[in-house]
Protein backbone atom coordinates (compact mmCIF):
# COMPACT_ATOMS: atom_id res chain seq x y z
CA UNK A 1 0.00 0.00 0.00
CA UNK A 2 1.31 3.55 -1.06
CA UNK A 3 2.39 5.64 1.86
CA UNK A 4 -0.96 7.93 3.07
CA UNK A 5 -3.20 6.27 0.71
CA UNK A 6 -6.63 6.72 2.38
CA UNK A 7 -8.60 3.35 3.32
CA UNK A 8 -12.22 2.93 3.01
CA UNK A 9 -13.14 0.85 5.02
CA UNK A 10 -16.18 -1.56 4.68
CA UNK A 11 -19.74 -1.91 6.43
CA UNK A 12 -20.80 -4.31 8.41
CA UNK A 13 -22.71 -6.09 6.34
CA UNK A 14 -20.14 -6.30 3.12
CA UNK A 15 -22.83 -4.66 0.86
CA UNK A 16 -21.00 -0.76 0.86
CA UNK A 17 -18.29 1.44 2.09
CA UNK A 18 -18.51 2.88 5.92
CA UNK A 19 -19.22 6.34 6.52
CA UNK A 20 -16.23 7.30 6.02
CA UNK A 21 -13.03 6.84 4.95
CA UNK A 22 -9.77 5.86 7.19
CA UNK A 23 -6.84 8.12 7.00
CA UNK A 24 -3.47 5.97 8.02
CA UNK A 25 -1.44 8.72 8.02
CA UNK A 26 -3.68 10.85 10.22
CA UNK A 27 -4.05 8.32 12.64
CA UNK A 28 -0.30 8.04 12.58
CA UNK A 29 0.46 11.24 13.35
CA UNK A 30 -1.85 11.49 16.28
CA UNK A 31 -0.65 8.45 17.71
CA UNK A 32 2.97 10.38 17.64
CA UNK A 33 1.85 13.16 19.29
CA UNK A 34 0.22 11.29 22.03
CA UNK A 35 3.84 8.92 22.38
CA UNK A 36 5.85 12.49 22.41
CA UNK A 37 3.11 13.20 25.52
CA UNK A 38 3.89 10.02 26.80
CA UNK A 39 7.30 10.32 27.17
CA UNK A 40 7.25 13.33 28.25
CA UNK A 41 5.19 12.03 30.99
CA UNK A 42 7.36 9.76 32.10
CA UNK A 43 10.24 11.38 32.34
CA UNK A 44 8.57 14.13 34.61
CA UNK A 45 7.68 11.32 36.91
CA UNK A 46 11.22 10.17 36.75
CA UNK A 47 12.36 13.51 37.92
CA UNK A 48 9.54 13.43 40.78
CA UNK A 49 11.03 10.24 41.79
CA UNK A 50 14.40 11.62 42.39
CA UNK A 51 13.08 14.32 44.67
CA UNK A 52 12.04 11.84 46.39
CA UNK A 53 15.41 9.96 47.09
CA UNK A 54 17.42 13.12 47.25
CA UNK A 55 14.51 14.81 50.03
CA UNK A 56 14.88 11.08 52.18
CA UNK A 57 18.44 11.18 52.35
CA UNK A 58 21.75 11.76 50.16
CA UNK A 59 23.63 8.95 51.16
CA UNK A 60 20.90 6.45 51.33
CA UNK A 61 20.67 3.78 48.73
CA UNK A 62 17.68 2.70 46.11
CA UNK A 63 16.49 -0.13 48.81
CA UNK A 64 16.26 2.94 51.02
CA UNK A 65 13.61 4.54 48.73
CA UNK A 66 11.70 1.49 47.64
CA UNK A 67 8.13 1.30 49.84
CA UNK A 68 5.86 -1.96 48.31
CA UNK A 69 2.51 -0.39 50.46
CA UNK A 70 3.11 2.68 48.19
CA UNK A 71 3.58 0.67 45.12
CA UNK A 72 0.62 -1.44 45.54
CA UNK A 73 -1.98 1.73 46.24
CA UNK A 74 -0.86 3.02 42.79
CA UNK A 75 -1.21 -0.07 40.81
CA UNK A 76 -4.69 -0.48 42.57
CA UNK A 77 -5.62 3.20 41.70
CA UNK A 78 -4.34 2.27 37.63
CA UNK A 79 -6.39 -0.28 37.80
CA UNK A 80 -10.07 0.56 39.31
CA UNK A 81 -9.55 3.82 36.49
CA UNK A 82 -9.00 0.97 33.66
CA UNK A 83 -11.73 1.25 31.24
CA UNK A 84 -9.99 -0.49 28.51
CA UNK A 85 -9.20 -1.31 25.62
CA UNK A 86 -6.15 -2.37 27.30
CA UNK A 87 -6.74 -5.30 29.78
CA UNK A 88 -6.34 -4.88 33.43
CA UNK A 89 -3.20 -7.24 33.65
CA UNK A 90 -1.60 -5.24 30.73
CA UNK A 91 -2.24 -1.90 32.58
CA UNK A 92 -0.72 -3.02 36.13
CA UNK A 93 2.39 -4.30 33.68
CA UNK A 94 2.98 -1.06 32.22
CA UNK A 95 2.65 0.71 35.50
CA UNK A 96 5.22 -1.62 37.17
CA UNK A 97 7.68 -1.20 34.40
CA UNK A 98 7.79 2.65 34.98
CA UNK A 99 7.99 2.40 38.42
CA UNK A 100 10.83 0.09 38.28
CA UNK A 101 12.46 2.23 36.06
CA UNK A 102 12.14 5.57 38.01
CA UNK A 103 13.14 3.88 41.07
CA UNK A 104 16.86 2.29 39.46
CA UNK A 105 18.02 5.58 37.98
CA UNK A 106 21.13 5.34 40.31
CA UNK A 107 21.12 2.01 40.81
CA UNK A 108 18.67 -0.88 40.71
CA UNK A 109 17.50 -3.22 43.67
CA UNK A 110 19.59 -6.42 43.89
CA UNK A 111 16.77 -9.15 44.49
CA UNK A 112 17.49 -12.84 44.99
CA UNK A 113 15.63 -15.98 44.02
CA UNK A 114 16.06 -18.93 43.38
CA UNK A 115 17.46 -20.09 40.26
CA UNK A 116 18.87 -20.27 37.64
CA UNK A 117 17.33 -18.52 35.33
CA UNK A 118 14.05 -19.18 33.62
CA UNK A 119 12.52 -20.57 37.02
CA UNK A 120 9.10 -19.28 37.58
CA UNK A 121 10.64 -17.47 41.04
CA UNK A 122 12.35 -15.17 38.26
CA UNK A 123 9.12 -14.70 36.60
CA UNK A 124 7.62 -13.90 39.83
CA UNK A 125 10.72 -11.35 40.02
CA UNK A 126 10.01 -9.63 37.29
CA UNK A 127 6.19 -9.66 38.25
CA UNK A 128 6.64 -7.86 41.39
CA UNK A 129 9.69 -5.71 41.06
CA UNK A 130 9.61 -4.91 36.66
CA UNK A 131 12.62 -5.44 34.65
CA UNK A 132 14.70 -2.74 36.30
CA UNK A 133 16.24 -4.60 38.84
CA UNK A 134 19.34 -6.94 39.62
CA UNK A 135 18.46 -10.47 39.59
CA UNK A 136 20.71 -13.18 41.83
CA UNK A 137 19.50 -16.31 40.95
CA UNK A 138 20.71 -18.92 43.57
CA UNK A 139 20.78 -23.04 44.16
CA UNK A 140 18.96 -22.71 47.19
CA UNK A 141 16.39 -20.97 49.43
CA UNK A 142 18.36 -20.92 52.09
CA UNK A 143 21.02 -19.23 50.08
CA UNK A 144 18.60 -16.75 49.22
CA UNK A 145 17.53 -15.91 52.93
CA UNK A 146 21.14 -15.84 53.41
CA UNK A 147 21.93 -13.04 50.88
CA UNK A 148 19.24 -10.89 52.04
CA UNK A 149 20.08 -11.66 55.81
CA UNK A 150 23.46 -10.53 55.02
CA UNK A 151 22.35 -7.33 52.88
CA UNK A 152 24.10 -8.60 50.14
CA UNK A 153 20.33 -8.57 48.47
CA UNK A 154 18.21 -6.25 48.92
CA UNK A 155 15.39 -8.22 48.58
CA UNK A 156 14.35 -12.21 48.10
CA UNK A 157 11.82 -13.37 46.31
CA UNK A 158 11.03 -17.92 47.64
CA UNK A 159 7.99 -19.60 46.88
CA UNK A 160 5.68 -20.72 49.79
CA UNK A 161 2.13 -22.57 48.39
CA UNK A 162 1.15 -24.04 44.95
CA UNK A 163 -2.74 -23.80 44.97
CA UNK A 164 -2.69 -27.23 43.87
CA UNK A 165 0.22 -28.94 45.98
CA UNK A 166 0.21 -26.98 48.77
CA UNK A 167 3.08 -25.73 51.03
CA UNK A 168 6.62 -25.57 50.24
CA UNK A 169 7.46 -26.16 53.86
CA UNK A 170 11.31 -25.51 53.84
CA UNK A 171 10.12 -21.80 53.00
CA UNK A 172 8.23 -21.86 56.40
CA UNK A 173 10.72 -23.58 58.19
CA UNK A 174 13.70 -21.18 57.39
CA UNK A 175 11.34 -18.33 59.45
CA UNK A 176 12.36 -20.03 62.55
CA UNK A 177 15.56 -19.02 62.76
CA UNK A 178 15.61 -16.18 60.22
CA UNK A 179 15.00 -12.36 61.43
CA UNK A 180 13.99 -11.67 58.06
CA UNK A 181 10.85 -10.32 57.18
CA UNK A 182 7.67 -10.51 54.50
CA UNK A 183 7.36 -6.97 53.02
CA UNK A 184 5.15 -8.78 50.32
CA UNK A 185 3.52 -11.24 48.09
CA UNK A 186 3.27 -12.61 44.49
CA UNK A 187 0.46 -14.25 42.89
CA UNK A 188 1.48 -16.56 39.22
CA UNK A 189 -0.36 -18.51 36.99
CA UNK A 190 1.70 -21.15 36.43
CA UNK A 191 1.72 -22.71 32.68
CA UNK A 192 3.71 -26.04 32.10
CA UNK A 193 5.08 -27.07 28.96
CA UNK A 194 6.95 -29.82 27.57
CA UNK A 195 10.08 -29.23 25.87
CA UNK A 196 13.16 -30.86 24.61
CA UNK A 197 14.97 -30.93 21.10
CA UNK A 198 13.42 -33.83 19.91
CA UNK A 199 10.27 -33.69 17.23
CA UNK A 200 7.83 -35.18 18.93
CA UNK A 201 6.24 -36.93 22.37
CA UNK A 202 7.09 -40.46 21.01
CA UNK A 203 10.66 -39.96 21.15
CA UNK A 204 10.96 -38.85 25.30
CA UNK A 205 12.97 -41.41 27.18
CA UNK A 206 12.77 -39.52 30.57
CA UNK A 207 11.51 -36.33 31.68
CA UNK A 208 12.55 -33.84 34.26
CA UNK A 209 11.15 -31.40 36.38
CA UNK A 210 10.67 -30.38 40.04
CA UNK A 211 8.68 -32.38 42.23
CA UNK A 212 6.03 -29.94 42.55
CA UNK A 213 6.04 -29.62 38.97
CA UNK A 214 5.37 -33.09 37.85
CA UNK A 215 2.86 -33.45 40.37
CA UNK A 216 0.91 -30.43 39.11
CA UNK A 217 1.03 -32.34 35.79
CA UNK A 218 0.21 -36.08 37.57
CA UNK A 219 -3.09 -36.40 34.73
CA UNK A 220 -1.54 -35.62 31.73
CA UNK A 221 1.69 -37.53 32.02
CA UNK A 222 -0.69 -40.60 32.82
CA UNK A 223 -2.13 -40.33 30.10
CA UNK A 224 0.14 -39.24 27.05
CA UNK A 225 3.50 -40.31 28.87
CA UNK A 226 2.59 -43.57 30.81
CA UNK A 227 5.56 -45.18 30.30
CA UNK A 228 7.96 -42.17 30.55
CA UNK A 229 10.76 -42.21 33.65
CA UNK A 230 10.04 -38.91 35.57
CA UNK A 231 13.31 -37.73 37.22
CA UNK A 232 13.00 -35.01 40.10
CA UNK A 233 15.78 -32.29 39.84
CA UNK A 234 15.88 -29.28 41.90
CA UNK A 235 14.62 -26.63 39.57
CA UNK A 236 12.46 -26.26 36.41
CA UNK A 237 15.45 -24.78 35.10
CA UNK A 238 17.76 -27.65 36.29
CA UNK A 239 16.04 -29.87 34.01
CA UNK A 240 15.41 -27.76 30.63
CA UNK A 241 19.42 -28.00 30.87
CA UNK A 242 19.57 -31.68 31.06
CA UNK A 243 16.54 -31.56 28.17
CA UNK A 244 19.44 -29.48 26.58
CA UNK A 245 22.24 -31.31 27.24
CA UNK A 246 20.91 -35.17 27.40
CA UNK A 247 19.79 -37.52 24.45
CA UNK A 248 16.11 -38.46 25.31
CA UNK A 249 15.65 -36.03 27.86
CA UNK A 250 12.40 -33.92 28.21
CA UNK A 251 11.76 -31.07 30.60
CA UNK A 252 8.10 -29.58 32.23
CA UNK A 253 9.04 -25.67 32.95
CA UNK A 254 7.72 -22.70 31.78
CA UNK A 255 8.31 -21.16 28.11
CA UNK A 256 10.48 -18.85 29.50
CA UNK A 257 13.08 -21.73 29.90
CA UNK A 258 12.63 -22.97 26.95
CA UNK A 259 13.83 -19.85 25.18
CA UNK A 260 16.96 -19.69 27.73
CA UNK A 261 17.91 -23.21 26.52
CA UNK A 262 17.03 -23.32 23.31
CA UNK A 263 14.33 -26.10 23.83
CA UNK A 264 10.97 -26.83 21.33
CA UNK A 265 7.52 -26.52 23.03
CA UNK A 266 6.66 -30.42 22.32
CA UNK A 267 3.40 -29.57 24.77
CA UNK A 268 1.75 -26.43 26.39
CA UNK A 269 -0.34 -25.47 29.47
CA UNK A 270 -0.21 -29.79 30.61
CA UNK A 271 -1.01 -28.49 34.19
CA UNK A 272 -3.87 -30.48 35.25
CA UNK A 273 -5.89 -27.44 37.02
CA UNK A 274 -6.63 -24.65 34.88
CA UNK A 275 -6.22 -22.11 37.79
CA UNK A 276 -2.79 -23.53 38.76
CA UNK A 277 -1.27 -20.82 40.66
CA UNK A 278 1.66 -20.60 42.93
CA UNK A 279 2.23 -17.68 46.04
CA UNK A 280 5.70 -16.49 46.34
CA UNK A 281 6.93 -14.13 49.40
CA UNK A 282 9.28 -11.17 48.87
CA UNK A 283 11.33 -11.15 51.73
CA UNK A 284 13.07 -8.35 53.31
CA UNK A 285 14.98 -6.58 56.46
CA UNK A 286 12.18 -4.82 57.79
CA UNK A 287 8.20 -3.83 58.38
CA UNK A 288 6.39 -1.20 56.27
CA UNK A 289 3.28 0.72 56.48
CA UNK A 290 -0.39 -0.03 55.89
CA UNK A 291 -0.97 0.06 51.87
CA UNK A 292 -4.76 -0.07 53.02
CA UNK A 293 -5.31 -3.84 51.45
CA UNK A 294 -3.40 -5.92 53.78
CA UNK A 295 -2.36 -9.10 54.94
CA UNK A 296 -0.35 -10.49 58.19
CA UNK A 297 1.51 -13.41 58.39
CA UNK A 298 2.55 -15.23 62.10
CA UNK A 299 4.59 -17.61 63.84
CA UNK A 300 2.47 -18.64 66.86
CA UNK A 301 3.41 -21.88 69.19
CA UNK A 302 1.30 -22.96 72.76
CA UNK A 303 2.92 -24.68 75.31
CA UNK A 304 0.23 -27.62 75.45
CA UNK A 305 -1.36 -28.73 72.21
CA UNK A 306 -2.40 -31.90 73.65
CA UNK A 307 -4.44 -29.72 76.01
CA UNK A 308 -8.65 -30.01 74.83
CA UNK A 309 -9.23 -27.24 73.03
CA UNK A 310 -5.72 -25.32 73.10
CA UNK A 311 -5.65 -24.20 69.83
CA UNK A 312 -9.18 -22.91 69.83
CA UNK A 313 -8.48 -20.66 72.62
CA UNK A 314 -5.30 -19.80 71.83
CA UNK A 315 -7.25 -18.53 68.30
CA UNK A 316 -10.37 -16.94 70.20
CA UNK A 317 -9.24 -13.00 69.91
CA UNK A 318 -8.94 -13.11 66.03
CA UNK A 319 -12.90 -13.93 66.45
CA UNK A 320 -13.92 -11.87 69.19
CA UNK A 321 -12.21 -9.04 66.77
CA UNK A 322 -13.23 -9.99 63.45
CA UNK A 323 -10.05 -10.65 62.25
CA UNK A 324 -10.31 -12.79 59.25
CA UNK A 325 -7.90 -16.01 59.30
CA UNK A 326 -6.60 -17.22 55.68
CA UNK A 327 -4.25 -20.04 56.05
CA UNK A 328 -2.95 -21.75 59.43
CA UNK A 329 -0.19 -24.80 58.85
CA UNK A 330 1.52 -26.44 61.75
CA UNK A 331 5.10 -27.25 61.21
CA UNK A 332 7.95 -29.32 63.89
CA UNK A 333 9.57 -26.46 66.09
CA UNK A 334 12.87 -28.20 66.12
CA UNK A 335 13.47 -28.20 69.57
CA UNK A 336 11.85 -31.47 71.03
CA UNK A 337 9.92 -33.92 69.93
CA UNK A 338 6.23 -33.57 68.89
CA UNK A 339 6.13 -29.66 69.47
CA UNK A 340 4.68 -27.65 66.95
CA UNK A 341 4.54 -24.20 65.78
CA UNK A 342 1.77 -22.42 63.71
CA UNK A 343 2.24 -20.19 60.90
CA UNK A 344 -0.77 -18.00 60.15
CA UNK A 345 -2.32 -15.85 57.47
CA UNK A 346 -4.82 -13.21 58.88
CA UNK A 347 -6.20 -10.12 56.71
CA UNK A 348 -5.46 -6.63 57.84
CA UNK A 349 -2.30 -4.93 58.81
CA UNK A 350 -0.75 -5.27 62.13
CA UNK A 351 -1.19 -1.80 62.57
CA UNK A 352 -4.77 -1.56 62.00
CA UNK A 353 -6.70 -1.12 65.14
CA UNK A 354 -8.87 -4.26 65.39
CA UNK A 355 -5.39 -6.68 64.41
CA UNK A 356 -3.49 -4.74 66.43
CA UNK A 357 -5.76 -5.48 69.46
CA UNK A 358 -6.35 -9.13 68.80
CA UNK A 359 -2.62 -9.64 67.93
CA UNK A 360 -2.54 -7.99 71.69
CA UNK A 361 -4.35 -10.33 73.12
CA UNK A 362 -2.70 -13.42 70.79
CA UNK A 363 0.41 -12.74 72.35
CA UNK A 364 -0.08 -13.48 75.70
CA UNK A 365 -1.97 -16.49 75.43
CA UNK A 366 1.36 -17.82 73.05
CA UNK A 367 4.68 -19.37 74.02
CA UNK A 368 5.73 -17.91 71.15
CA UNK A 369 4.48 -15.53 68.93
CA UNK A 370 6.50 -13.84 66.24
CA UNK A 371 4.66 -11.27 62.80
CA UNK A 372 6.82 -12.41 60.40
CA UNK A 373 5.32 -9.88 58.37
CA UNK A 374 2.51 -7.08 57.26
CA UNK A 375 2.49 -6.39 53.92
CA UNK A 376 0.20 -5.32 50.31
CA UNK A 377 -1.81 -8.34 49.23
CA UNK A 378 -1.01 -9.12 45.70
CA UNK A 379 -1.88 -6.98 42.84
CA UNK A 380 -3.72 -8.94 40.52
Known sequence: MARGKKVTAQSSTGKGPAAAPLDLEKVRGQIDTIDEKIHALINDRARLAQLVGISKT???????????????????????RNNG????EEILRLFREIMSACLAQ?????????????????????????HSVRGLPLA????????????????????????????????????????????????????????????????????????QSLAQCRVWLDEHLPNVERVPVSSNAEGARRARDEKGTAAIAGETAAEVYGLKILAAEIEDRPDNTTRFFVLGRKLFTPSGEDRTTLLISISHTDSPGALHRLLQPLSDHRV?????????????????????????????????????????????????????????
Open 324 to 380: SMTRIESRPSHRKKWDYVFFIDIEGHADDAHVAKALEELKKRSSLFRILGSYPRAVV
Open 106 to 130: QEPLKVAFLGPEGTFTQAAVLTHFG
Open 140 to 211: SIDEVFHEVEAASADFGVVPIENSTEGTVNHTLDRFLASPLKICGEVELRIHHSVMGLMGSLGRIVRICSHT
Open 85 to 88: PLRD
Open 58 to 80: REGKTVDFYRPEREAQVLRMARA
